[in-house]
């Protein structure tokens, strides 16, 4: 499957919030690849739900280096 790079996430305010997108990079310390799953803010809570429904909680302090793909 091929991916084109669409967009970058580089800092909390670059979230596109419940809109389902694939991501390539770097979330705090996890790496993730052609990932697909949706950044939801719930209470003060800013989290990255996978398609495994794994989640990775962010916060002002995570480093986000990301690039948004999309299939071709």
Known sequence: MEYKKVGTIDNISEIPFDK?????GRI??????????VFR???????????HEMSTVIDENTVI????LEKV
Request: no cysteine; aromatic share 14%; hydrophobic share 40%.
């Open 65 to 68: 280096s990301l690039n948004i």
């Open 20 to 24: 389902n997108i694939i991501v390539t």
């Open 28 to 37: 705090g310390i996890g790496w993730s690849w052609q990932m697909p799953g």
């Open 41 to 51: 803010q719930k209470e003060n809570k800013i989290f990255f739900r996978n398609e």
